[in-house]
Each structure stands twice: as structure tokens, then as C-alpha cells.
């Protein structure tokens, strides 16, 4: 086991603190950021969605219909989300982390470069699960056979620009923020690595369809906060361990990468390849299974133990 996950690295230490002090101020700020977006998302979601509807009933508006034809949990994990990244220059400030540099992102040439390794082997392991599993690319696939050029530059575009948003937002929430919480909570850096992983792999557990069946149609006031619970406590109904797994060692091969390099670019170039790629396979869980599990932690092992010398970037106030 390599020095970085035995010993702590005051770089990774929140609230100006030095590697031989803790403190769980950091996850306590987590549970407020946690608990408050779930209760914003739930007292917004039923006035946006009567709002969607509202607009297709005096328009028939198709992107009304189209909105409306999302489920009502989309609605509560986009108000939730966009709560979250409107929270994060007060949730930086309390982390006396002053700068997105000093998140680790910092544009340097060698992280530049480890960013694009990394969208390159997110994307051929996305790719290469398809063709273990032969999926198809769907909804896509018509450019791509009739060589539409201009279709096919849309549709990569899109690809690429979903999967940098994402992998951005994602990595600064759970690596930039999370995993240094549980850094500076415990001397233990491999702890902290594989709670914050432990975590990650929780919140991809959304609302179980089956809960649905029982719930009145329509959309009422506390709509809202049972999407918020099942949300929170879904994962006991619908638990699947290869999955819990597979979302786990991406974690830990992400907060792996950054407590390497010092930087969060390599783990948003291999985030944002992954998204991107996909983006092809539109409702096919080409990241559950076995053989995921099989390749990230062949690519977890490989980050870990990779012998050449990988200098990191420094992490300034």
C-alpha cells in the first residue's frame, strides 16, 4: 500500500489545519449541505412542476409535454443539485478554501495532460463493457451508420460537453469537498477514501419504482418530501451489491487520482469519459455488473500502484 493512503498530506487538510489535527466540522457541514438541499428540493418540487403544467395548459408548449413527461424524483434531483452548486462558494468559504486552485484545479500541463488520459480510458471502458454486454448505441445510431456528418458532430458534441459538466460538478462535490471532509476527520487516509467512495455509491441509489404503485396520481404538496425520503432510504429496497460495488471503486479510483496528483483534472478527464460515452448508451446500466467491478478495480490497482513518479500539484490557500 503506497505512503499516500498511511499517511495524511496537510494539502488535503480543511480549516487550515496541519496533518497531525482532525476535526468533524467538515462532515458536520456535509450534513447541513445533505439535509438542506433535500428539504429545498422538497418544498420546490411541487410549485415547479404546477408551474410546468400551468405553461402546457395555456401553450401546449412540446417542451411543456416534454418536461412534464419526466418523473417527478427528476425534478427533486435537479432543484437538489442546482441547490448544491449554488451552495458551494459558502460551503468553500467555511472550508477555507479560497480559490477553485486550491480545490485542486489548477490548470497545469502535466494534470492537463493526465485529464485527457483519463477521458480516454473512461471512454474505451465504457465501451468495452458494451461490447462484453452487446449493447447497442441507442437513439444514435442513424448518424453514425448513414455517416450524417453534421449529426454525428452534434451528437459528440453533446456527448463531450455532458460529460464535462458532469464530471466537473461531481468531482469538485465529492473529491474537491467530501473526501477532504473525511480527510481532516480522520488519520486514516484510506478510511477517508473509502467512506467518501462508500457515500458516492449510496446516493446513486435513487427512488425504487416500486414505492410508485401506491402513492395517489398527481402531484401534491408533500409530493416533495416523499421523494425526499425515498431518496434518503431507497437504497433498502432496491440494493444491489454489484452496483453498490461498481459506483464504490470508481470512487476510490477517483479520490485515489487526486490524492496522487494533487489535482482534480485527471479524475474529471476519466468522469467525464465515462459520461460521455454513455451518453451512446442511453438506458443501459453498462456501469453495473461484475465486469465492471472487474475493470475499475483493475484500474484502481493500476492508479495505486503505478510506479513512475507523479509529482502533484500544490494545493495553495
Not at 494534470?111 to 461490447?131: C, D, H, Q
Amino acid at each position: 500500500m503506497n505512503h499516500f493512503l498511511k499517511r495524511r498530506d496537510s494539502r488535503f487538510v480543511l480549516f487550515n489545519l496541519d496533518d497531525t489535527q482532525t476535526t468533524w466540522r467538515g462532515v458536520g457541514l456535509l450534513a447541513v449541505v445533505f439535509f438542506g438541499s433535500m428539504f429545498i428540493a422538497a418544498v420546490l418540487t411541487p410549485p415547479a412542476y404546477w408551474l410546468v403544467e400551468w405553461w402546457h395548459n395555456q401553450t401546449g408548449s412540446a417542451t411543456a409535454k416534454w418536461l412534464l413527461d419526466k418523473g417527478v424524483d427528476v425534478y427533486f434531483d435537479r432543484l437538489r443539485m442546482i441547490s448544491i452548486v449554488l451552495g458551494l462558494p459558502w460551503l468553500m468559504s467555511k472550508c477555507h478554501l479560497w480559490s477553485w486552485r486550491a480545490m485542486g484545479l489548477s490548470r497545469d500541463k502535466q494534470n492537463l495532460l493526465r485529464y485527457f488520459v483519463g477521458w480516454f480510458v473512461g471512454l474505451f471502458l465504457i465501451f468495452g463493457l458494451a461490447r462484453i454486454k452487446h449493447a447497442h448505441i441507442q437513439g444514435y445510431g442513424d448518424a453514425f451508420l448513414t455517416e450524417d456528418i453534421p449529426a454525428m458532430l452534434k451528437i459528440s458534441f453533446s456527448a463531450v460537453l455532458a460529460g464535462l459538466i458532469l464530471g466537473f460538478l461531481e468531482e469538485t462535490i465529492f473529491r474537491g469537498m467530501i473526501l477532504r471532509m473525511f480527510y481532516t476527520a480522520t488519520r486514516r487516509p484510506w478510511l477517508a477514501l473509502a467512506l467518501m467512495s462508500a457515500f458516492f455509491a449510496y446516493t446513486h441509489f435513487k427512488v425504487p419504482d416500486s414505492v410508485w404503485s401506491n402513492v395517489a396520481p398527481g402531484v401534491h404538496a408533500n409530493t416533495g418530501f416523499f421523494v425526499a425520503f425515498w431518496t434518503m432510504f431507497g437504497i433498502t429496497q432496491n440494493f444491489d451489491p454489484a452496483q453498490f460495488l461498481d459506483y464504490w471503486l470508481l470512487g476510490m479510483t477517483l479520490g485515489t487520482l487526486l490524492l496522487r496528483t494533487g489535482s482534480l483534472l485527471p479524475g474529471i478527464g476519466l468522469h467525464a469519459g465515462i459520461v460521455s460515452a454513455m451518453f451512446f448508451f442511453r438506458g443501459q446500466h453498462l456501469t453495473d455488473g461484475w465486469p465492471a467491478a472487474a475493470a475499475l478495480a483493475a484500474i484502481l490497482l493500476t492508479v495505486t500502484l503505478w510506479k513512475e513518479k507523479m509529482p502533484s500539484t500544490p494545493l495553495p490557500d
